[in-house]
């Protein structure tokens, strides 16, 4: 069911993004390394392409900061 199949691997896909940003620290890092792979972010080689990518995503990193009095779990 296509249905089914995108709400899991939307799923799968946004654990992915929590686990890049608990091993990064950052969204900007997170996103980097769902894109290039942890490995090529650790290793400092980002394609320019992924930096570009980042750079675009991450001005909405200030939208996910916890607001006062709500707790957000990562």
């Known amino acids: 069911d296509v249905i089914n199949n995108a709400y899991d691997n939307t799923v799968i896909a946004l654990r992915h993004l929590r686990n890049m940003y608990n091993q990064t620290g950052t969204w900007r890092g997170a996103i980097q390394a769902y894109n290039c792979g942890l490995s090529r972010y650790r290793s400092?080689?980002?394609?320019?392409?992924?930096?570009q990518y980042a750079s675009v995503i991450c001005p909405v990193e200030n939208w996910w900061k916890q607001p006062k009095g709500v707790k957000i779990i990562y």
Do not use: A, E
């Open 44 to 51: 400092g080689s980002i394609p320019s392409k992924t930096k």
